[in-house]
């Protein structure tokens, strides 16, 4: 691995890289379409699909529901037989499923779709997230990493802009006699599906990692891929590389084919080579992680996957502006219960639009989130992961605190955004700690068992948001603020180095 990392650093930042970050962006805007698309359809989809707000909030949560389900076995899998091929078959699995979604006519034909987008989506993210830092040497890790956790508000604003430029418009087309009709939220599913497809695409053009063959014993690969980054990189001849001949006088030789009794042996020594993931000091690390992601992405995923429905419900129950956050809501959700009460069949359900304001505010939060990666990348090897990690989770507790009495636009957005921006950065900073502390052999398990329970914050955060929202607006805001707090102060007994 030593080796390995000193013949990446030979090989330096270039070209390579560069498409690797585009693909990486690729996938990462497609992750997001997964859950950010659902959000975006809410108010326009609401009639179609007669969804009271609970269903709403199960519909925001299904995808993870399927990403629990295949996190942690997809990343002992990627760990065994490699990251290139889960990568590349989970995206098209996923380009696949977003069709059927834009084509669904009803609920529960959505809600199963979006949860095999979610499952296929978590088989692709620990592999690619593994994959770019292999990729990289340790000089230039943490900032790439950093650089690629950034794409997710980029992603944001690519999707938000999609969203504006398709769902103001009312768009419904017939077929089949009636039995398949598409409303404007359909051909919207339908046009993003092709950023899945566009990732499976861009990752057949990339290299399996030469960490995971080496862990392989395919050691001639290994040493093709070293040789393929050094050519893209520097346009050098093959020659000019001091690692040209590396390894060529080991005597394992490329496995070429897996037999059955190889994979059943690759299995095996998959099984015995994540035995110290569960021993301490692993295991201590490896749980502290989980919990500081469960309540990380619980706060990071509500406060974003939510902000569209509720800038919708500000957008039109605002009415003499000096009206701050919690009249809104609560007035919204005093309606909702009385039109659900009071409602016969002859009612005609009129949705509530999201207009020009929503999308522009999640534009702005989108390049707000951006602020953040910049600064970190800038600090973090002076500064350190952990403490800036510290600094983000108090300045995210602040913010969901002061949603409570915002009254402008500007204080609500302005809020949001920073908000959301420092929770996502707190995401970026703890996978840059997971790459660091859990070697190769099994550092897309740990990553994948890490994002299940991150995920499995999301799901219960989605569907209890709406429940809490339900006793009161300061219920919901105030238990996100005390549950950052308490992952903050968690956050104090992260290893500050590699153990």
């Known amino acids: 691995m030593q080796e390995v990392n000193l013949a990446l650093k030979e090989c330096g ?9 585009l ?34 909030g199960v519909l925001n949560a299904i995808p993870y529901v399927g990403m629990i389900v295949s996190s942690s076995v997809a990343g002992f899998l990627t760990d065994t037989f490699g990251r290139k091929r889960f990568i590349v078959y989970g995206f098209f699995g996923m380009f696949i499923f977003t069709v059927i979604s834009g084509l669904s006519q009803r609920y529960y034909v959505l809600v199963t779709s979006k949860f095999f987008e979610g499952l296929l989506f978590a088989a692709s993210f620990s592999p690619f997230l593994a994959l770019t830092s292999e990729l990289c040497h340790s000089g230039i890790r943490d900032r790439v990493m950093l650089v690629q956790s950034s794409f997710v508000a980029i992603a944001q604003i690519s999707v938000a802009l999609i969203s504006w ?9 017939t077929l089949f006699d009636g039995y398949i009709v598409l409303n ?3 051909y919207y599913l339908l046009i993003m599906s092709f950023w899945s497809l566009l990732a499976s695409i861009l990752y057949m053009f990339i ?22 980054i050094y050519n893209e990189n520097t346009g050098k001849p093959v020659e000019s590389f001091k690692y040209a001949n590396l390894w060529k006088d080991t005597m394992k030789q490329d496995i070429d084919e897996t037999p059955e009794g190889e994979q059943k042996s690759q299995l095996s020594v998959g099984f015995e080579n994540i035995k110290p993931l569960f021993k301490r000091p692993l295991l201590w690390y490896l749980l502290l992680f989980c919990f500081i992601n469960f309540f990380t992405m619980t706060q990071y995923n509500v406060l974003r996957l939510w902000f569209p429905q509720l800038s919708t419900i500000v957008e039109n129950y605002r009415q003499n502006g000096t009206e701050d956050l919690c009249v809104m809501l609560d007035t919204y959700t005093h309606d909702l219960r009385i039109k659900i009460s ?10 509530v639009r999201s207009g020009d304001e929503t999308y522009l505010n999640t534009v702005i939060l989108g390049c707000i989130c951006l602020v953040p990666f910049i600064i970190t990348s800038i600090l973090v090897n002076r500064v350190g992961k952990k403490n800036l990690f510290l600094v983000c989770g108090l300045l995210s507790v602040g913010c969901t605190i002061g949603l409570r009495w915002s009254v402008s636009k500007i204080a609500l957005v302005s809020l949001f955004s920073v908000g959301v921006s420092a929770a996502q950065t707190m995401l970026s900073l703890t996978q840059a700690m997971i790459v660091e502390q859990f070697p190769t052999s099994y550092r897309s398990l740990a990553m994948g068992l890490i994002m299940t329970a991150g995920r499995m914050g999301t799901l219960i955060g989605n569907i209890t948001f709406p429940i809490l929202l339900n ?16 992952n903050t102060t968690m956050a104090l007994f992260l290893p500050t180095k590699k153990k």
């Open 13 to 21: 930042f270039g070209r390579f890289h560069v498409k690797l970050l």
């Open 23 to 56: 693909s990486a962006y690729v996938g990462y805007t497609c992750g997001l379409a997964v859950s950010m698309n659902t959000p975006y359809i809410l108010p326009i989809a609401e009639c179609d699909l007669n969804m009271s707000l609970l269903q709403k």
């Open 165 to 173: 430029a398709i769902l103001r418009y009312d768009w419904r087309d």
């Open 184 to 186: 404007t939220w359909n």
């Open 207 to 228: 290299p399996e990692s030469p960490k995971y063959l080496i862990t392989q014993h395919k050691y001639n690969e290994a040493r093709s891929v070293l040789i393929q």
């Open 342 to 351: 009071n409602a016969s069949v002859d009612d005609v359900c009129v949705p």
């Open 471 to 486: 006793l009161g607006c300061v219920v919901p805001f105030f238990t996100l603020a005390g549950l950052m707090l308490g």
